[in-house]
């Protein structure tokens, strides 16, 4: 009798075999006995570690030993380490809000923090985490530039690209901008066998689609983040997912207890981060999104009533703007809180109250970059405030 891990791996198979025909075949997976890196191998790698020194020595590498160690560790329980093949798994962070993740031919993995704010539980990260190293397992790189037959200009291309292109919406290179539904499709089905083998929820490890499906609505063309240029449907990889699960009522054989309980509270700093890009990109949906999430970890603060209240101001609900700012004090005496309500005051000639909160601003930040600006206005208000 097979077990419920053989079973499931066995119809991820029929699965991937009925939506798809598997393409270049001559591309053999790391896996595969008889692998052997080829010259287009050896190039794409080598343009794949100019690009990852490029990010690694710039602004957009987020920087955080123990999240970087937690994803690794988490790569290394899916596949039973870090090797695959002639390469070594490397994840790093990327610090962009978009909801990404990408890999290069040379086996390092790039998970954005946009990405890493959405997360729940580990079976969630696990499965987008997965589905990038069966990427790197099926040399999907290669793949694309023989399907293609024009690797050469792939290579230069992507070699040419300056970095703010490569993180502001240029699609070029298939690692970053996303490969064919065929290629994607396959690195789904890895990731699933992967999931099991690691012994996580399945159905749970696709809850992160289902997320990423939500939070992508109702964008524009332009606005769609790079993980679903040419990703399937959300929806479309939330039914494989689930498929599978029905398949086996079972736990998985080799159930193991996650690596961390709670990755949302670990991710908490940079969940938060992303609320604040999202509010200075004016994005108050998503913003709104991360404050609900944030609140169920750290509660009601003088903080998260701030955001609130610049989200409000974002969707030009004025009056709910200033009583949240209001709100955040009583919880607080945040400089920031200071500041907006004694600019907002001095905007309504309330003199008294523009004077108070802005003096205690400047006392609060005595180093502000705005000082002049901010003893300005208390000049003049003071002139105001004295004729009353």
């Known amino acids: ?11 991820a198979g029929m699965v991937s075999t009925l939506l798809t025909a598997c393409s270049s075949p001559s591309v053999k997976p790391m896996t595969d006995p008889g692998y052997k890196p080829d010259t287009d191998d050896m190039r794409l790698r080598i343009t794949a570690d100019k690009l990852s020194k490029r990010i690694e020595n710039s602004r957009y590498l987020y920087k955080n030993p123990e999240i970087q160690n937690y994803l690794n560790q988490l790569a290394e329980r899916l596949v039973g380490g870090l090797q695959v093949g002639d390469l070594k798994l490397d994840i790093q962070i990327i610090e962009n809000p978009d909801y990404n993740a990408f890999a290069l031919a040379n086996g390092h993995i790039y998970i954005h923090t946009g990405l890493l704010s959405l997360v729940d539980t580990e079976a969630e990260l696990a499965a987008v985490l997965a ?50 539904r065929d290629l994607e499709r396959d690195a789904d089905h890895y990731a699933v066998g992967q999931l099991d083998y690691a012994g996580y929820n399945l159905a749970e490890g696709a809850e992160i689609f289902a997320k990423l499906s939500n939070a992508t609505q109702g964008t524009g063309e332009n606005d769609t983040p790079y993980f679903f240029s040419t990703h399937p449907r959300m929806k479309e990889r939330v039914e494989s ?18 690596l961390q309980s709670s990755p949302a509270t670990l991710f908490h700093d940079v969940t938060k981060e992303t609320l ?29 009533r701030y955001y609130e209240a610049k989200i409000a101001q974002l969707k030009g609900e004025d009056d709910r703007y200033q009583d949240l700012l209001t709100k955040a004090l009583t919880l607080g005496d945040l400089p920031e809180v200071r500041r907006e309500l004694g600019i907002l005051n001095y905007k309504n000639k309330e003199w008294k109250s523009a ?14 970059k705005d000082r002049i600006f901010i003893e300005a206005y208390l000049r003049e208000i003071k002139e105001h405030k004295d004729t009353e």
């Open 276 to 304: 604040v890009t999202y509010i200075e990109l004016g994005k108050s949906d998503r913003a709104d999104s991360l404050l609900t999430r944030l609140k169920n970890i750290e509660g009601d603060t003088a903080t998260l």
């Open 1 to 11: 009798m097979r077990s419920a891990s053989v079973k499931r791996l066995l119809l």
């Open 241 to 258: 997912f689930r498929m599978l699960e029905s398949s086996d009522s079972k736990a998985p054989a080799q159930k193991k207890d996650p």
């Open 131 to 180: 589905h990038e190293i069966g990427h790197v397992v099926h040399r999907d790189a290669t793949r694309a530039a023989d399907q293609r037959q024009n690797a050469a200009n792939i290579y230069a291309g992507f070699s040419a690209l300056p970095l703010i292109n490569i993180f502001g919406g240029l699609h070029m290179a298939g690692s970053i901008s996303g490969y064919s």
């Open 355 to 368: 004077y108070e909160h802005l003096t205690r601003y400047l006392e609060q930040s005595p180093e502000a």
